[in-house]
């Protein structure tokens, strides 16, 4: 079984600071891209930041100067530093990755269980 479990969630104060984890477990071969997105109450899921195996990122327009996506391929652990924080940035967070399990011919996408961050003004 192919688990993402995501920890760093929490409460903090407009302009402060939180890093998310999403570590990788189970019976992998390979994962490729990983990434985070989030999902605001009457929203829909976007993409917040995402990195490939060689490290190129990707982020949105709406985190960019803000957030760091990064990734530690030993651990399969993704990451995203969130910096001066703002109250639209409340939301459940939610990792993704492109795995390939041991003896499974193709990548699929899995997800973790999300984590609530919460941005008080």
């Known amino acids: 079984q192919v688990q993402l479990v995501e920890s760093g969630g929490g409460l903090v104060q407009t302009g402060g600071s939180l890093r998310l984890s999403c570590a990788a477990s189970?019976?992998?071969?390979?994962?490729?891209?990983m990434g985070w997105y989030r999902q605001a109450p009457g929203k829909q899921r976007e993409l917040v930041a995402a990195?490939?195996?060689?490290?190129?990122?990707t982020y949105a327009d709406s985190v960019k100067g803000r957030f760091t996506v990064s990734r530690d391929n030993a651990k399969m652990t993704v990451y995203l530093q969130m910096n001066s924080l703002k109250p639209e940035d409340t939301a459940v967070y939610y990792c993704?990755?492109?795995?390939?399990?041991?003896?499974?011919?193709?990548?699929?996408?899995?997800w973790g269980q999300g984590t609530q961050v919460t941005v008080s003004s």
């Open positions: 189970g019976r992998i071969f390979s994962i490729r891209d």
């Open positions: 993704n990755a492109d795995i390939k399990g041991l003896g499974v011919p193709f990548y699929q996408v899995y």
């Open positions: 990195i490939t195996s060689g490290g190129s990122t």
